[in-house]
């Protein structure tokens, strides 16, 4: 899916993503309330168990917000055909630099984070103001993963010319 991200990072994401779910309540196979550009939709979303009794070895705002960046990328691969190029840096706003390669290649922001518990509405409006100052791409996305109610949403700014 992402050729470019290490393994082993791709692997801590995986699992973080796991502990935030499992956490919950949650068991493999649950299904995810999908909001993708304000249409909705569901998914159900599998992985590998997770080690709960080591919880106290892991920083609860990693957890959700690794797990958040495990869960946007695969999202935005499966609905959009993104692929990650790298991470950005904290003076580009965004987390992922990504390609989108339908079509004419373009270059992607992709703002993500987590919520732990209740709704993500806010998070999404917050991370929509953040990525819209990136620079030098073609599209601006946030991508906020909720765990209480597994939802996982991915919306743009229309703010898309490059260099703006």
């Known amino acids: 899916m992402h050729t470019r991200l290490p393994t082993d990072l791709a692997a801590v994401m995986v699992g973080r ?10 068991a493999s ?16 979303l599998s992985w590998s168990g997770a080690d709960l009794n080591k919880m106290d070895q892991h920083d609860h705002n990693r957890i959700t ?3 958040a960046e495990a869960v946007s990328p695969a999202l935005g691969h499966l609905y959009r055909d993104w692929r990650v190029i790298r991470r950005m ?3 580009e706003h965004a987390d992922w630099l990504l390609e989108d390669v339908r079509g004419k290649r373009q270059v992607v922001a992709l703002e993500v984070s987590g919520v732990d518990k209740g709704s993500i509405a806010a998070r999404v409006a917050e991370k929509l103001k953040q990525v819209s100052k ?31």
């Open 89 to 91: 840096q904290r003076e």
């Open 17 to 26: 993503a796991a502990l935030a779910l499992e956490r919950n309540g949650h």
């Open 134 to 164: 990136s620079v030098d791409v073609d599209q601006r996305w946030a991508g906020v993963v909720g765990f209480g109610e597994p939802i996982a949403a991915l919306h743009f700014t229309k703010r898309t010319a490059r260099g703006n």
């Open 29 to 44: 196979g649950v299904s995810v309330a999908l909001d993708l550009e304000r249409a909705l939709s569901n998914c159900l």
């Open 65 to 67: 917000e690794d797990g």
